[in-house]
């Protein structure tokens, strides 16, 4: 069962990749001979799983191309706290690219979409505009002070937050926050409206996998897409799923 399982998940990731290949144009452009990428994020890109799959893919595509890579990730890490260490985490490395990926550790423990907490709708209103507000403005800052620090001409790819899994059953029963995907969900939303706006190049994470899990899940309510312990962090498939959609502009020739 579970080696079928992973067939039909590498399946469905192919067929929403090549249906995205077909229907939408890249949201990103490829990495040049020469470059320094900085990936700029918490514990998601400390573990740099993800980004193995993506510099594999250079090493191995183009191997002619020289390519610097730094890992900037820091467990527990946010958009707020980054920008706070920009001189250390970042600039350092004279980057031509920076990929940021923020989210999980900026939505307040999901409270405005907490069943239960806070009690009123006017409390809950209140939270929902400062943590919707705060990632926004974040990540704007984010921006400014990126291209003041590292240069005008610095690539900025925004990563849209991957899940919080908290529909998945587990065998310990964990306590599950109902509302922190829906809050990552709206973090996202943020990030797409800024590439629209032509402000950033854009990595959207959270949408395919949210429907990637819903879609596993009805075949398998134990199955998660992250860590089903601690449903935060990504497994291998969605490892690999990441790179791809960071490299979507090569996928498609590939």
């Not at 706070?84 to 490395?93: A, F, S």
């Not at 402000?199 to 992250?226: C, G, H, R, Y």
Request: glycine share 8%.
């Amino acid at each position: 069962w579970v080696m079928k399982q992973v067939i039909a998940l590498v399946v469905f990731l192919g067929g929403v990749m090549a249906g995205e290949a077909e229907v939408a144009k890249p949201t990103t452009s490829p990495f040049k001979d020469g470059e320094t990428v900085v990936f700029w994020g918490d514990s998601i890109t400390q573990q740099a799983k993800w980004i193995r799959f993506l510099t594999d893919f250079y090493h191995t595509r183009y191997p002619d191309r020289k390519i610097t890579y730094r890992n900037a990730g820091i467990a527990g890490n946010s958009f707020g706290g980054g920008i706070k260490e920009i001189d250390r985490d970042v600039v350092p490395w004279k980057p031509t690219t920076v990929f940021t990926m923020f989210g999980m550790n900026d939505s307040a423990a999901a409270g405005p979409y907490h069943p239960g907490w806070p009690s009123t709708d006017e409390e809950k209103a209140k939270l929902r505009q400062r943590v919707d507000r705060g990632y926004q403005v974040d990540a704007d800052r984010a921006l400014k002070d990126l291209k003041a620090k590292c240069g005008a001409d610095l690539r900025i790819v925004m990563m849209t937050p991957s899940i919080y899994d908290s529909t998945a059953r587990t065998p310990k029963e964990k306590p599950v926050n109902d509302g922190w995907n829906t809050t990552l969900g709206e973090s996202g939303k943020k990030l797409i409206a800024g590439y629209e706006a032509g402000k950033w190049e854009l990595v959207d994470l959270w949408n395919p996998m949210t429907k990637f899990n819903a879609w596993a899940q009805a075949m398998n309510p134990n199955f998660s897409i992250v860590s089903a312990q601690e449903r935060v962090h990504p497994d291998e498939i969605v490892r690999h799923h990441v790179a791809r959609q960071t490299s979507r502009h090569e996928v498609a020739k590939v």
